[in-house]
């Protein structure tokens, strides 16, 4: 586990009011969708898509919004379904998590120990950065997991 500040970057996004118990419903299409829209806008991609928190606690009854977002280079036109801004520098710790995707909830909580044992604050924002995403070998998933620092 490290702490980095990450860079502002331009993304396409989309964005939901969700909860852990619902947000499955997100999965696989929304990404497919920025990519498609990326590529009928003309945008270069340049990273891999995002899962933006706000707001989660870690209750699976908790609603929260969601930002699954794209980062792309260029500026992208805007409708009710795909959004476009600019992130700022992101101050976090982070690590990356081969494997499985249900036992994120264990790296969560093992950041969030060394948060507190450290002194440190949270703020309000959790980012994962799927670098490899295998529905069909959960061995093979690659996640960064942010937890925003203050």
């Known amino acids: 586990m490290q702490i980095n500040t990450y860079p502002a970057i ?3 996004y989309s964005t939901f009011k969700t909860s852990i118990l619902t947000i499955h419903d997100k999965i696989g299409t929304v990404a497919r969708d920025l990519y498609a829209e990326a590529a009928r806008q003309h945008l270069l991609v340049t990273g891999p898509v995002i899962w933006m928190y706000y707001g989660a606690d870690g209750n699976p009854e908790t ?20 959004l476009f801004k600019e992130l700022p520098p992101f ?6 998590h081969p494997g ?4 994120l909830k264990d790296v969560y909580a093992k950041m969030i120990d060394k948060i507190q044992h450290d ?13 490899n995403i295998d ?16």
């Open 63 to 82: 609603v929260f919004n969601l930002e699954i977002a794209l980062p792309v280079s260029g500026i992208a036109e805007t409708s009710d379904r795909f």
């Open 10 to 12: 331009n993304v396409l």
């Open 100 to 103: 499985a995707w249900s036992e």
């Open 119 to 131: 002194g440190l604050v949270m703020n309000d924002v959790c980012r994962e950065i799927y670098l």
């Open 91 to 96: 101050k976090c710790l982070f690590v990356t």
């Open 135 to 150: 529905f069909s070998r959960d061995e093979s998933n690659l996640t960064i997991v942010q937890i925003g620092l203050a």
